[in-house]
């Protein structure tokens, strides 16, 4: 059989298959060897043999300091990772394990590693070859013929050896069909052959070697596309950069496109591992419950998932009222369904509790101590399993691919990870994106019928085409040998252990980059951006290399369709269009539309009344964000001081809120904090938040204590937290509330407390201007149910501490706002909110929605809209006030002047 041989051949194959030809790099070699010479395969991934390698280094550790020492302290993984390479790469410059007297302390210490690596350290492909070399010498017959198309002395030497000992013949360039004489590319095929090229002009007028680049990837892209549809079915695309912005262009042209999807671990299946990887720590960061559970591809049931998940959204946490009341939801919701037989009832109930026990329910270690790695193996293994069972059962062949590679990353996980007895989560992390290494190409990325050849590198060029397309032509960085001192590297040539220089590499590096101009028959256009991301990108340097023989080598700017047959531009006047400016006032028919409700609540009546566009947009045309987008922090304070106040009055709280005295309140406090905090604000014990958590626990201690000093002088005999009333009729609708904290005094006399994190002074103004509707709604519930008069009302701040009310009559200590109103208190405040909802209804019932915002002026009612200003001035919006609007660019634009 004969073999064609070369550094970048490995995967190669040529565009006609031939009979009994072989075309390889080093791993292939080694491959067939191994099979002719009947040698066993031992490779394993390299996580596995950098796991293999630490014990080893924390062996020869432990017996006395070495040089890598400290290092291995500092950074366990990354260490060993490292002195793996330069163990391999010793190997591979000839080094054959054995001691090396008087050598530099560096080289003694690998020595010993080497010695204690005997049979506990899988072997890498230096090994197997010095295995080849071995079996070779009984001279066993029918092994290749090999022609290797590199020279001799750009290899390492013990793949020199190797190719020696084969009786390969090196420098066997690949036969190219050169250009037409006279053209630009036959110039630049004769520079680099070494030709005397000197005299000999460049042709502007000629296009058959093409330098062209733009600002946009996205533009080289769209050109690119037009040159491969306009292109021989014998071209050759080369993609030394990531192609999958070409790939859509080629798409967007009808044309058959290569597969070049770039390799990630970022896909949604690989990311199941970390997230279910990353559960395992103590406290558990709600942050990724949440991305769990809404993750698009995720081990637990949809229903039960996306319910969990929004209860994590609002109380940040496992375990809070909300979760569990999620959970038997699900369990009721399954119970109801008459058309599930006992046996699939059994089933799906039985499946949510595994799901529970399998991926959330589950032991967990802190994070500052680490945990084992047999239990986080469990975990590697659990997704192994499931992603497996989707292989089977998924029926796209690109979804199959990918749970079938995150099956294999995670089965290789827990194998290395159950053999190790403590992880930390840097450790995890860092183990995991070595197993995954680059992840895998989109599923869906397959080569179409049709579509050009598309090597990566172009060393693998080695056939003729017509032409020849590089994507990608800029200058990659070329890993150089900097690993050991100039006196190691002298003894190890003393020793015959010969690196690579750097010179050989950038000559390796050069003499592929030659074959793609030599491989092009007719032409070769050569495309590269001028920047990615934010970084500068540099067209490859033998680009210099050619412009030091034609000083005159124009680069077309793709930008200013220099390129015009494959313009990527299409300038097309379009009559400009401007954005629609704010007004005051919209009208929409049918007004059926924007009908009454069956019920509403304080924070819906007060977008109705004061931002009717909101109310429009939320309850009727159902626009929302989304619910689990984030937590939302403002909200999670004030609720977790709620918690705290609801347990405190509670019938089965071990002391009483009336007669407790401060050091036992705070030392229950204490007690009761990490638990409230576990289960509904995990968040704040995540190292980076402790400090906040603090600080909150600090406000709760404050602000409720001076809250129960406010209830005992007011002499308030027993309260209620968190009151959830019935609706009660409200004109065409019904309107409802929960009431943060009621309270009755000696007397009989009740009184409405709503808490508020913060918002001091918006409740101040609302106090002051007797438009407290919160509080008059919440009075007027109470009132409706109990009889007798309007309860008390009142805001009490938690932040500061400060209890707000129109008068002390109820709350002798409260921090009085006085009222502007002739009439101050809940029942006015009621009555006067009636006339502006029928005032707003009315506008509604007209097809009228106002956007009160700032910029736009109030209207009078004098022309065709209607009045801005409603039946009491005091119900003004104030749209100066600083509000986030969710519909901003939904209500038009401000015209610029």
């Not at 038997?328 to 919701?333: F, G, I, L, N, P």
């Not at 709620?642 to 407790?660: A, F, G, K, N, Y």
């Amino acid at each position: 059989m004969k073999t064609t041989f070369g550094l970048s051949l490995d995967g190669c194959r040529p565009s006609k298959p031939v009979f009994d030809h072989l075309f390889c790099g080093p791993l292939g070699l080694v491959d067939v060897l191994e099979l002719r010479l009947g040698l066993p395969k031992t490779a394993v991934g390299v996580v596995t043999r950098i796991a293999q390698f630490l014990k080893v280094l924390e062996h020869a550790s432990s017996e006395e300091d070495r040089f890598f020492t400290e290092s291995l302290r500092v950074d366990r993984w990354g260490t060993a990772s490292r002195l793996l390479q330069m163990r391999d790469h010793l190997r591979m410059a000839g080094w054959n394990g054995g001691e090396m007297d008087s050598a530099p302390a560096r080289l003694k210490d690998f020595c010993e590693v080497e010695r204690l690596a005997e049979g506990r350290l899988t072997t890498g492909i230096a090994d197997r070859i010095e295995r080849i070399r071995g079996a070779l010498s009984r001279k066993p017959q029918g092994l290749p013929t090999i022609e290797c198309i590199e020279a001799a002395e750009h290899l390492p030497l013990l793949l020199r050896l190797l190719l020696d000992d084969l009786g390969a013949r090196f420098g066997c360039d690949p036969t190219y069909e050169d250009a037409p004489v006279g053209s630009n590319l036959r110039l630049v095929q004769d520079c680099l052959t070494g030709h005397d090229v000197s005299g000999q002009t460049w042709n502007p007028a000629d296009d058959s070697i093409i330098f062209a680049s733009a600002f946009s990837e996205v533009t080289l892209a769209q050109a690119n596309a037009h040159l491969v549809k306009s292109d021989s079915p014998s071209s050759v695309l080369l993609s030394s950069a990531p192609g999958i912005i070409l790939t859509d262009a080629l798409n967007v042209l009808a044309t058959p496109a290569p597969a070049m999807g770039s390799p990630s671990c970022l896909r949604p299946t690989m990311q199941v591992l970390g997230l279910a990887l990353e559960m395992r720590w103590d406290p558990p960061d709600p942050s990724v419950l949440l991305q769990f559970l809404t993750h698009p591809v995720c081990p637990i049931g949809s229903s039960l998932r996306h319910a969990l998940a929004k209860a994590v959204s609002s109380h940040p946490g496992i375990g809070s009222h909300v979760w569990n009341d999620a959970i038997e939801m699900q369990r009721e919701k399954l119970r109801s369904d008459e058309d599930l037989t006992q046996a699939d009832l059994t089933t799906r109930l039985d499946r949510i509790d595994s799901d529970l026990a399998q991926w959330i329910m589950i032991d967990r270690s802190p994070r500052q101590t680490g945990a084992s790695g047999a239990a986080l193996a469990e975990t590697a293994k659990q997704v192994g399993d499931w992603a497996g069972r989707r292989t089977a059962t998924s029926s796209d062949p690109a979804t199959a691919r990918h749970y079938a590679t995150l099956s294999s990353i995670a089965v290789e996980l827990a194998e290395i990870l159950e053999k190790i007895p403590n992880v930390s989560p840097e450790e995890l992390s860092i183990i995991r994106e070595q197993v995954m290494g680059g992840g895998t190409v989109a599923g869906d990325r397959e080569s179409e019928l049709g579509s050009p050849e598309s090597p990566a590198n172009p060393g693998a060029i080695i056939e003729s085409a017509d032409s020849v397309i590089w994507w990608g032509f800029e200058a990659h960085a070329i890993q150089l040998p900097m690993d050991w001192t100039l006196t190691e590297r002298n003894y190890m040539e003393g020793i015959g252990v010969h690196h690579q220089t750097p010179e050989v590499l950038l000559a390796l590096a050069q003499a592929a980059a030659r074959r793609p101009f030599l491989a092009a028959s007719r032409s070769i256009v050569l495309l590269w951006p001028r920047q990615r991301g934010l970084e500068q990108v540099e067209p490859h340097p033998i680009l210099t290399i050619l412009r030091a023989s034609f000083p005159s080598i124009p680069i077309k700017d793709l930008d200013r369709d220099e390129l015009a047959a494959v313009t990527s531009q299409v300038k097309i006047q379009r009559q400009v269009k401007p954005l629609p400016a704010k007004k005051r006032w919209v009208r929409i028919s049918p007004t059926a539309h924007l009908g009454s409700r069956p019920e509403e609540s304080y924070s819906s009546t007060t977008k109705f009344i004061h931002r009717p566009f909101e109310w429009v947009f939320y309850y009727k045309a159902n626009l929302r964000k989304g619910a689990f987008m984030e937590i939302n922090l403002a909200a999670q304070r004030g609720n977790l001081l709620h918690r705290v106040i609801e347990r405190l009055l509670e019938d089965s709280c071990p002391i009483q809120w009336l007669t407790v005295g401060k050091p036992e309140f705070d030392s229950w406090l204490n007690n009761l904090w990490y638990t409230l905090l576990e289960i509904e604000g995990a968040n704040f014990l995540l190292p980076g938040s402790l400090t906040e958590g603090r600080r909150l626990l600090e406000d709760a201690r404050r602000s409720i204590w001076e809250l129960l000093g406010q209830m005992r002088k007011a002499g308030v005999v027993s309260a209620e937290a968190d009151v959830h009333e019935d609706p009660l009729q409200m004109e065409d609708t019904t309107i409802r509330g929960n009431i943060d904290l009621l309270a009755t005094n000696g007397s009989g006399r009740l009184a409405v407390v709503d808490l508020k994190f913060g918002q001091a002074a918006a409740k101040r103004s609302e106090l002051a201007k007797n438009t407290a509707l919160q509080l008059a709604t919440y009075s007027h519930l109470i009132r409706s149910k109990h009889g007798g008069d309007w309860p008390a009302t009142a805001y009490f701040i938690l932040r500061n501490s400060t209890l707000l009310a129109q008068d002390a009559s109820f709350f002798p200590d409260a921090r009085v706002v006085p009222c502007k109103s002739l009439e101050p208190g809940p029942e006015a405040t009621w009555h006067t909110f009636l006339d502006v909802w029928r005032w707003r209804r009315g506008q509604l019932d007209a097809g009228w929605i106002e956007i009160p915002d700032k910029g736009i002026e109030p209207t009078d009612g004098e022309g065709d809209s209607p009045s801005s200003t409603p039946p009491h001035e005091e119900w003004q919006t104030d749209v100066k006030a600083p509000r986030y609007d969710d519909y901003q660019f939904l209500t038009g634009w401000e015209v610029n002047p």
